[in-house]
């Protein structure tokens, strides 16, 4: 990772690091809005191995303001912050840096974008029974915000991998009071759990460009009364979101949490509000292009 | 992990190391295969948190002669080895560590072990399409010397995490000509998948104990002239097994792969062909209880 001399300070620097981040849309993104707000902020992208040593450099670096941390190195990423909440070290992952006064500061904005994104859409998850498919990162990440902080009549957690499952459900019930199931992932119990969610939050990578074609819920699971939320943003309507509207569910796209999670990543790297609707039309004009 | 004192050299040491540990059936099984031999070796349990400090403790006493290596060490072990076959490391996770003149050797043996258990069945692979479901590390250790060894018609693998099987795709298709396809893991794709494979090889979760009634593959999809092995070895016929054996397939257990693993590691500890039969019985005894 080298920073370019010919940034200067006081110009403040953020980044995204990944391996892949080539085509990571977040330069795109937070740039237009350092743009739109006239501030003197440059958004870079770098490909990173060696995730200590970006750290590192990131320390040394007294304008480097920021971090977006993409795969595959949220979880090492954790290891080298001097403050993080007590819910991210639950989730075991990061996926934001803030370079304070000296300190590494991490957070994870997947789990309030997609909370903002459900409430946003008017859903109202009191009392709601919700189905998560998958367990993983994604899964982690939403599934603590949404039992830590809000009153579900239950969560229902769908996988093939029995260890991601049972870890999550184990790490789940230590916080909160909330009824929860883990299953295997099978056309019995997705067919099962489908009767009984008022809300499904698909949390795996089925579906995603350049497999559009996939969907993990056959079609007639779907009930008009359903939500269904897909984190998945690469197409914009995933064959899962159009199979459920053409039912009559109410469909949440993944963009709208992506929009989110930048727009507070945004307001940790400047202090100020995003511009939203820029950051909106960023996204939307990459992913429909 | 204490090595109790009134073991005294020359008696050699071999122990499992994991977390949790307790039910782990190696030391029934290798105790028995010692006694039978006649041979001076004792085989312990430790529940490991810190791997490295277990390594150290192996290459600091000399009689100790090796580990079972098991879940969620396998991949961090790999790291303190001095010698690793190029397989292993492109599997990128060992099971066993081969302690001799002062250097740690690590080994995988759950892909031979499964190869072996297909070929003990009669089951040549030559020419033929198999289908692989799941892509972690099960599915890693088995699909490096599938491909790298024999020569397939074509390997199908479907799992519902798309990094898991690009990365496992990618990483294969570098040592090998055979043509190698990865798709996410839905009702289309598992129905469509299994009208060309000759032999499935389930390789997730699903259906382990307790969650015993569930299955990845729906029993209309099987027909007679298939192979379906399960590695899945609790319960011993799972509910994989059972519906593909009611549809007149050849059917192999996990319990062959863990019989075939166990003796390749008392080859590796003692240098002496295993007492095979010895250990099947401690096992099915085990199993069957």
């Known amino acids: 990772m080298e920073i370019p001399q010919s940034i200067a300070p006081p110009t403040r620097i953020c980044a995204v690091i990944g391996n892949p981040v080539a085509h990571s849309l977040s330069p795109a993104i937070h740039n237009a809005a350092f743009e739109a707000l006239g501030l003197d902020y440059v958004y870079l992208a770098f490909k990173v191995e060696n995730v200590k040593e970006a750290m590192e450099k990131v320390r040394a670096t007294e304008n480097f303001r920021g971090l977006s ?58 009392n709601k029974t919700v189905l998560m498919l998958g367990a993983g990162g994604a899964a982690r990440a939403i599934a603590f915000p949404l039992t830590g902080t809000l009153k579900l009549r239950q969560l229902s957690m769908l996988d093939i991998n029995e260890t991601l499952l049972q870890q999550l459900r184990g790490d789940l019930q230590r916080g909160t009071s909330t009824p929860i199931t883990a299953e295997p992932l099978t056309g019995p119990s997705l067919a099962k759990a489908m009767v009984a969610a008022d809300v499904v939050i698909h949390c795996t990578s089925v579906g995603m460009h350049p497999r559009e074609d996939a969907s993990l819920v056959p079609p007639e699971l779907f009930r008009p009364e359903q939500v269904v939320f897909d984190i998945v943003y690469t197409p914009l309507e995933t064959r899962l979101l159009a199979e459920a509207r053409r039912r009559g569910c109410t469909v949440i796209r993944g963009s709208e949490m992506f929009i989110n999670q930048a727009a507070l990543q945004f307001k940790y790297f400047t202090g100020l509000d995003a511009p939203v609707e820029i950051m909106r039309r960023v996204v939307m004009e990459q992913l429909q292009s």
Do not use: F
């Open 69 to 126: 941390v993409t795969i595959p190195h949220k979880i090492e990423a954790l290891k080298y912050m001097d403050e993080i909440a007590e819910v991210d070290r639950a989730i075991g992952s990061i996926n934001t840096v803030i370079h304070e006064q000296n300190k590494l500061i991490g957070r994870g904005t997947d789990g309030p974008s997609a909370l903002k994104a459900l409430a946003d859409a008017g859903v109202d998850l009191e």
